[in-house]
């Protein structure tokens, strides 16, 4: 079980984030050169090769603020080496988009709107480490609240990432306004505009905030892999622990990140969507929303649910799949008593193996979700409610991915405080309350909420996509209907499959399905000790 948490470090934590950061900054790109080309009519390629060129200037001050990240003494902090390359990579962004907004564009504009994306990323990055650094106080009242027990630990936790939400969402809120109040007087395709540029400001530091993601699984990994080996010494483990600290602060900070640019990339969207319905030929006064009609309401109401169907999913896989593992591990001790005294090696293979089907398996729910959500409302109650719902959705996906990736790391960490020799230190009661504290904040913080930012792109791409269709089809109800039922028959379908499978599989040896390609017996029986 250990050795597929390394694995699962390095797939969800490295592979998974750094695609999810590249699909909000093309998602973002996208957005900002379909707007440009609207922003300046008369003169589509500074709107088109404007955003283009902040995303190049990103890559090479992402560049110099990684060879920045240079420790100026054992005793420094990690997170303060960190936060000097990513602070030293925006500033150098900022003066080299300031120079291309006053050269080429002739226009202080974008570059002010970059600078809101920036100052956005730092805020975010700031108020993330105050949640879920073990320097801060949220953290160690977690670890305080674990002197009465796991379920005042749980509520601490749990409180404290509700709150970073409301404070994550203000901040996006004020670089929104900003960005509208920068663009004012030049109409909504340019106020969008200065929108996603905003977003773009926030990318372009990318290269370091994947670079300060990947810290948090190597570190993990090695503490992990010295802890196993047992030839690491008293101050060895004591910067190790103190490293896998700042890498669950790194990895929150990072997906704050990606949760605020999958917002400003769904915001630009709208502006696309907008577009859409008006490519289609629907008039003017009918892109509006108009949030009093009951059928648009429904849609706003809907889209508000999905994100909570979603998490739902996404956790209940993860019980499901870690209720396997442990009736694997459980098996591997009865069958193979030798791993205990080293006789045996264990079937790591066996384990990963659960994890990896596990998770392909339970991918088809959410991700049916996704797409066929979105569709289902479209057809069903047209173009307005469609819209309704992607606000709802961008609203609800929000708060929700903060919440579970702030309360998540804060957990994770309130265990690394207490490990440190605080509140009775390891094996204490304290300690196995954060224990189960990390436990519950795992799929919260590596599944569920990280989750969230990719749904809310591909809702809104999917409105795109479709609603030249809805806005075809307006008079056509008897097909309309027929395709709106087609999605809702084939979603429920899969809900009900997910939750035909119940909670945790008891994956006994007389129930348990088979491992494909495995031997008869464990591969290691015949091997001698070493």
Not at 150 to 171: D, R, W
Not at 304 to 332: D, H, L, P, T, Y
Not at 467 to 496: I, K, M, Q
């Amino acid at each position: 079980a250990v050795i597929a948490d390394n694995v699962g470090d390095n797939v969800g934590d490295c592979a998974g984030m750094a695609a999810d950061l590249f699909e909000s900054f093309e998602v973002t790109l996208v957005a900002a050169i379909v707007l440009g080309l609207a922003a300046f009519p008369d003169r589509p390629a500074v709107g088109l090769l404007f955003p283009l060129i902040v995303q190049a200037i990103g890559i090479v001050s992402s560049i110099a603020g990684i060879y920045l990240v240079r420790p100026r003494s054992e005793t420094e902090s990690g997170m303060r080496t960190i936060n000097r390359g990513f602070f030293a990579s925006a500033g150098i962004s900022l003066v080299l988009v300031a120079v291309a907004s006053i050269v080429y564009v002739e226009d202080w504009r974008p570059v002010a709107a970059v600078a809101l994306g920036l100052a956005l990323s730092t805020v975010i990055q700031l108020m993330t480490s105050y949640y879920t650094a073990t320097e801060y106080k949220p953290v160690r009242e977690i670890a305080e609240a674990s002197e009465t027990g796991p379920a005042t630990t749980i509520l601490s936790g749990f409180s404290t990432g509700l709150e970073a939400s409301v404070y994550a969402i203000l901040a996006i809120v004020g670089a929104i306004v900003g960005a509208v109040i920068i663009g004012s007087g030049e109409g909504l395709d340019f106020q969008l505009y200065m929108i996603s540029l905003a977003g773009m400001g926030m990318l372009t530091t990318v290269g370091v905030v994947v670079s300060m993601d990947t810290f948090g699984p190597i570190s993990d990994n090695a503490q992990g892999i010295a802890e196993m080996s047992g030839d690491v010494g008293p101050r060895g483990a004591e910067v190790l622990t103190s490293l896998d600290a700042v890498g669950n602060t790194t990895k929150a900070i990072t997906k704050g990140v990606a949760i605020a640019t999958a917002v400003l990339a769904a915001t630009s969207l709208f502006g696309s969507f907008r577009q859409a319905l008006l490519n289609a030929g629907l008039p003017l006064e009918d892109v509006d929303i108009p949030i009093e009609q009951p059928g648009v309401l429904v849609g706003l109401l809907i889209g508000g649910a999905v994100a909570f169907m979603f998490s739902a999913q996404a956790i209940r896989a993860v019980g499901r799949a870690a209720g396997r593992v442990v009736f694997e591990v459980r098996k591997q001790f009865r069958e193979h008593p030798g791993i205990m005294t080293y006789d045996e090696r264990p079937d790591y293979g066996a384990v990963v193996d659960i994890c990896t089907r596990d998770s392909l398996r339970e991918l088809l729910t959410p991700g049916l979700l996704a797409v066929l959500a979105p569709i289902a409302t479209g057809f069903l109650f047209e173009s307005a409610a469609l819209g309704a719902y992607l606000a709802g959705a961008i609203l609800t996906g929000q708060l929700l991915a903060v919440m579970l990736s702030v309360s998540g790391g804060a957990w994770d960490n309130a265990k690394k405080f207490v490990e440190g020799g605080n509140h009775g230190g390891k094996n204490s009661e304290p300690h196995k309350a954060t224990v189960i504290g990390d436990t519950v904040g795992d799929p919260f913080k590596d599944t569920a909420g990280p989750a969230l930012n990719p749904l809310i792109k591909v809702m809104n791409l999917v409105a795109v996509l479709i609603a030249p269709t809805v806005v075809a089809l307006s008079d056509d109800e008897l097909l309309r209907f027929g395709v709106a039922l087609a999605a809702v028959a084939v979603l429920g379908w899969a809900l009900w499959r997910s939750n035909r499978l119940g909670g945790v599989v008891l994956a006994t040896p007389v129930d348990e399905p088979s491992l494909p390609n495995q031997p008869d017996h464990h591969p290691t029986t015949s091997r001698p000790s070493t």
